[in-house]
T-cell receptor
């Protein structure tokens, strides 16, 4: 597609429920990244994919968080047993390759997750 | 802790004035990038400067990088109300290309 697409754009869920966030990167971008941003804060790295593999998962806050990418394209970020502290905007970005120069990342508009 | 840290945290200026914000970081980097974010969503890539570059220009933007001081600055000249946004620096460490580190950002308000 023309840009990075994330869905849903907004999600309200009850504490303890599982949620799945989707990211559809720009076609041809091999690298895909997940970040989250809490209210008024900077971006916190979660995980990045090169193709279907995740060389760096160090940012995932707990084992309730997992992510996968299939076919080198769409990625899903799953949060199990959501907690109120999981409330944030979850941003996805893609690039031609990790750290690729010149163009930076292209970000999606994010999914605003609210856990009540 | 944040790899990139911007200062000031907030900046309020009038249209036509210049806005300068700084970013400091801790580890060796491959490059440093500046992003703009409006209304808490949609980061937009502004400019990238590589570790072997000292200054770069793009339109009304001027970025400097001092690797000896591990710092960068972003200058917006002749600011406009539309420049009102949060500005983030992001560093790409040399040992983990996929793991950008963002600072907490500088919130810029440009009043007409």
């Amino acid at each position: 597609g023309a840009g990075v697409s994330q869905s849903p754009s907004n999600k309200v869920t009850e504490k303890g429920k599982d949620v799945e966030l989707r990211c559809d990167p720009i076609s041809g971008h091999t690298a895909l990244y997940w970040y989250r941003q809490s209210l008024g804060q900077g971006l916190e790295f979660l995980i990045y994919f090169q193709g279907n593999s995740a060389p760096d998962k160090s940012g995932l806050p707990s084992d309730r968080f997992s992510a996968e990418r299939t076919g080198g394209s769409v990625s899903t970020l799953t949060i199990q047993r959501t907690q109120q502290e999981d409330s944030a905007v979850y941003l996805c970005a893609s690039s031609l390759a990790p750290g690729t120069g010149g163009l930076g990342y292209t970000f999606g508009s994010g999914t605003r997750l609210t856990v009540v | 802790s944040q790899q990139g840290e911007e200062d000031p945290q907030a900046l309020s200026i009038q249209e036509g004035e210049n806005a300068t914000m700084n970013c400091s970081y801790k580890t060796s980097i491959n490059n440093l990038q500046w992003y703009r974010q409006n209304s808490g969503r949609g980061l937009v890539h502004l400019i990238l400067i590589r570790s072997n570059e000292r200054e770069k220009h793009s339109g009304r933007l001027r970025v400097t990088l001092d690797t000896s001081k591990k710092s960068s600055s972003l200058l917006i000249t002749a600011s406009r109300a539309a420049d009102t946004a949060s500005y983030f620096c992001a560093t790409v460490p040399t040992d983990s290309w996929g793991k950008f580190q963002f600072g907490a950002g500088t919130q810029v308000v440009v009043t007409p």
